[in-house]
């Protein structure tokens, strides 16, 4: 329930956030030179910038979490042994759980060091939240090049530019903080259980 109502608190956001951009892109649209004043535009573009790159790591927040409190639900199912920890405990009608409940069944220590199991491609966060988080940085690209695109002042292109290359590496930033937090945590769980 908790992961549910997250989740709704995402795509409300959404609606928000999409509001503010669509707002910004109807007025690009009708943007006219001569009416507008170029800093007027792209001072509403900064303002959409950031509020996305503040949606996008509430994004990666909301992500960390419900893996996190995947985490802790994994440890009380295999406390009361209602899980099954390997393909083998499938046979057991007791667990309730199967192993396709596991969170940690795509991974394995080897060497000291977290690694997928063969075969797997590792997204650390769930399916709902990539999906999101992707988008959002497709939606930073339209806007940066929309306002090119529109705006022939050349100074204004060269701010858009260094602009972009700010907003990709807090995204980067973001991703990679909150995927070394993740398999910190993946790496503590295997760790434990083999102890």
């Given at each position: 329930?908790?992961?549910?109502?997250?989740?709704?608190?995402?795509?409300?956001?959404?609606?928000?956030?999409?509001?503010?951009?669509?707002?910004?892109?109807?007025?690009?649209?009708?943007?006219?030179?001569?009416?507008?004043?170029e800093k007027?535009?792209?001072?509403?573009?900064?303002?959409?910038?950031?509020?996305?790159?503040?949606?996008?790591?509430?994004?990666?927040?909301?992500?960390?979490?419900?893996?996190?409190?995947?985490?802790?639900?994994?440890?009380?199912?295999?406390?009361?042994?209602?899980?099954?920890?390997?393909?083998?405990?499938?046979?057991?009608?007791?667990?309730?759980?199967?192993?396709?409940?596991?969170?940690?069944?795509?991974?394995?220590?080897?060497?000291?060091?977290?690694?997928?199991r063969k075969?797997?491609?590792?997204?650390?966060?769930?399916?709902?939240?990539?999906?999101?988080?992707?988008?959002?940085?497709?939606?930073?690209?339209?806007?940066?090049?929309?306002?090119?695109?529109?705006?022939?002042?050349?100074?204004?292109?060269?701010?858009?530019?260094?602009?972009?290359?700010?907003?990709?590496?807090?995204?980067?930033?973001?991703?990679?903080?909150?995927?070394?937090?993740?398999?910190?945590?993946?790496?503590?769980?295997?760790?434990?259980?083999?102890?």
């Amino acid at each position: 329930k908790n992961q549910n109502s997250n989740n709704d608190f995402l795509l409300r956001l959404l609606l928000i956030v999409g509001s503010v951009i669509s707002g910004y892109g109807y007025l690009l649209l009708r943007f006219d030179v001569e009416k507008y004043d170029e800093k007027l535009v792209f001072v509403l573009m900064v303002i959409a910038e950031i509020l996305l790159l503040i949606y996008f790591k509430i994004i990666f927040d909301e992500g960390f979490a419900f893996r996190r409190d995947q985490i802790v639900a994994f440890r009380i199912l295999r406390k009361y042994e209602l899980i099954a920890e390997s393909i083998e405990d499938e046979k057991n009608h007791d667990k309730v759980f199967t192993y396709h409940y596991n969170p940690l069944k795509k991974f394995e220590i080897k060497n000291g060091k977290l690694k997928p199991r063969k075969g797997l491609i590792v997204f650390w966060m769930p399916a709902f939240h990539n999906t999101l988080s992707s988008s959002i940085f497709i939606l930073h690209l339209l806007l940066y090049f929309s306002f090119i695109i529109k705006v022939s002042n050349a100074n204004f292109r060269l701010v858009i530019f260094a602009l972009l290359l700010i907003t990709s590496v807090i995204s980067l930033q973001i991703v990679i903080r909150k995927h070394s937090w993740l398999k910190a945590l993946y790496f503590n769980e295997i760790h434990s259980m083999k102890e």
